[in-house]
């Protein structure tokens, strides 16, 4: 017998192949091409048995999941497109709460599919969201599923979307239950939104071991006959040890394939991890005709404008914004800068897919370029926390072997983070990459004086960074002094409602150089 285990993952709310940059576009990704592949999958197997399993980060990220979220207030049209696909479980990825608790248990109760997590407990240590496994049976076969998510959540949520919620190890509560679905299931899956902390092949840690993936050491748990893995966007179908391992991509890119062989004892003799593009297949006709009326919606709204730009606001070149000051860029520092009052204030670029604003500024560019639901916080710290939250930004860029300057690895692989890269506004600052990391701000000034350590300055950042997301261990929550309950997204649209005209101006306030 052959057991299929299918899976997607990261997908976003990219229900449709579009990224929305243009209207009707057509991209080689989206569930609706997901849709298709896990159809044709599941007719393929014939008798044997499949598992098809929606690992994560399904509730926040295309405008489509924005506009159910703030807009219609309506999650219906979502929900139903997931429980078209034959899902016989669910898990819990960290951007589920972008939009609170509650906005994630209503997803779940519109959900035909069954929810696990199994880390992420309430204030009585019971699992919060469904299940902590599920047994699923395939005639005399017996598959345990067992799901967790990354632990890492309290570091990026606001403190008031995870209230009451306990956050631990997948690891730990993985060695907890794994025995004990071994003496209940013939086959043991682990359905994990994480990651992967070390390199699949020489076992070296590739990040910072905080906790936030721990898919390696999962891997080695005795006893797990399969791990389906998210959350990095990365695109891996292997054997980790004796265990077959698969990590999708984002946005409906691939499907996840796992094969276990398993022989007339019910025991697993074989396997094996494949990927499954979708580029190529036809998007699901009942899927997409039931989306276009929510979709052509959504096309509508993202197509009003918003106000006007003078002179150029547009990005042609991610690298050249992020090594000196760009409209754009300063752009959102003024916009964070009049929601907070606060002086000082600090952004990124978030990918390198965002194309800046043309002449008119629709909510398809806000979307399109500010792509998370980001609220804002102000965080009182000194000249100290300041310049190592500059050296930490610094260290995103190196040098190649013709002395130029490039991204660093890191920030590239496994998973590219150049939203960990901030720029800043209200200072002046000077970052020298010929210099090594920890001493690269050769200047740092605010209003025309060099910044003290001990100085008391306030900032504004987003809630991200302001709990210390991407391991900005200088930013906390005990820091902060004020917050704006509001996105970013509304923000950028009531400054653009006061400030209808946006002028292409910087405060030329950054150098980025290489100088020996």
């Known amino acids: 017998m052959k057991l299929t285990i299918l899976s997607t993952s990261d997908t976003h709310g990219y229900?449709?192949?579009?990224?929305?940059?243009?209207?009707?576009?057509?991209?080689?990704?989206?569930?609706?091409?997901a849709a298709t592949v896990i159809k044709e999958q599941v007719a393929a197997a014939g008798a044997d048995p499949v598992l098809v399993i929606e690992n994560g980060d399904f509730l926040q990220g295309s405008p489509l999941a924005y506009y159910a979220a703030k807009v219609s207030h309506d999650l219906r049209p979502l929900s139903q497109a997931y429980n078209q696909i034959p899902y016989q479980i669910g898990?819990?990825?960290?951007?589920?709460?972008?939009?609170?608790?509650?906005?994630?248990?209503t997803a779940i109760q519109q959900s035909s599919?069954?929810?696990l997590c199994a880390n992420i407990l309430d204030a009585s240590g019971q699992p919060a969201f469904g299940q902590p496994y599920e047994l699923v049976r395939f005639g005399?076969?017996?598959?345990?599923?067992?799901?967790?998510?990354?632990?890492?959540?309290p570091h990026w949520e606001a403190p008031e979307k995870i209230q009451g919620l306990q956050f631990r190890s997948a690891v730990a509560t993985a060695e907890d239950y794994v025995p004990k679905l071994r003496a209940l299931a013939d086959v043991v899956v682990v359905a994990y939104h994480g990651g992967f902390e070390r390199d699949l092949t020489t076992n070296a840690p590739t990040e910072a071991l905080t906790g936030e993936n721990e898919g390696s050491a999962l891997a080695l748990i005795p006893g797990i006959d399969a791990l389906v893995t998210g959350h990095q966007h990365r695109e891996l179908a292997a054997q980790l040890g004796t265990v077959p391992i698969t990590q999708p991509g984002s946005k409906g890119e691939f499907v996840g394939k796992i094969t276990l062989t398993v022989n007339e004892a019910q025991q697993v003799t074989a396997s094996q991890a494949e990927l499954l593009p979708t580029?190529?297949?036809?998007p699901a006709a009942e899927l997409v005709n039931a989306l276009t009326p929510t979709n052509q919606a959504v096309e509508d709204w993202l197509d009003q404008p918003l106000g006007t730009t003078t002179g150029d606001l547009t990005i042609t070149d991610p690298m050249a914004v992020r090594l000196r000051p760009h409209p754009y860029i300063q752009f959102v520092q003024d916009v964070q800068r009049a929601a907070t009052g606060a002086k000082i204030s600090g952004t990124a670029l978030f990918n390198n897919d965002g194309r800046g604003f043309d002449h008119v500024i629709t909510f398809r560019s806000v979307l399109t370029n500010y792509i998370y639901p980001n609220t804002l916080a102000v965080e009182k710290i000194t000249g100290a926390d300041l310049r190592a939250a500059l050296e930490q930004s610094a260290e995103y860029f190196s040098l190649d072997p013709q002395g130029q300057i490039v991204v660093s690895d890191r920030f590239k692989q496994p998973k590219p983070q150049h939203y960990n890269y901030d720029m800043y506004a209200g200072i002046n600052y000077v970052i020298n990459v010929a210099r090594p990391v920890g001493h690269r701000i050769t200047s740092l000034t605010y209003q025309g004086a060099p910044v003290r350590d001990d100085q008391a300055l306030t900032v504004v950042i987003n809630q991200y960074r302001a709990v210390g997301g991407g391991n900005y261990a200088m930013f906390k929550a005990d820091k902060i002094v004020q917050e704006n309950p509001a996105d970013m997204t509304e923000l950028i649209a009531d400054y653009l409602r006061q400030h209808p005209q946006v002028s292409a101006k910087t405060e030329d306030n950054f150098r980025v150089i290489a100088q020996d």
């Open 113 to 115: 599919r069954h929810f």
């Open 91 to 105: 898990i819990v990825g960290n951007h589920e709460f972008n939009y609170g608790a509650d906005y994630l248990r």
């Open 279 to 282: 580029g190529t297949a036809q």
């Open 15 to 33: 229900l449709l192949p579009t990224d929305y940059t243009s209207r009707n576009s057509q991209k080689s990704y989206g569930l609706t091409r």
């Open 140 to 153: 005399a076969l017996t598959v345990a599923v067992l799901g967790l998510t990354t632990q890492y959540i």
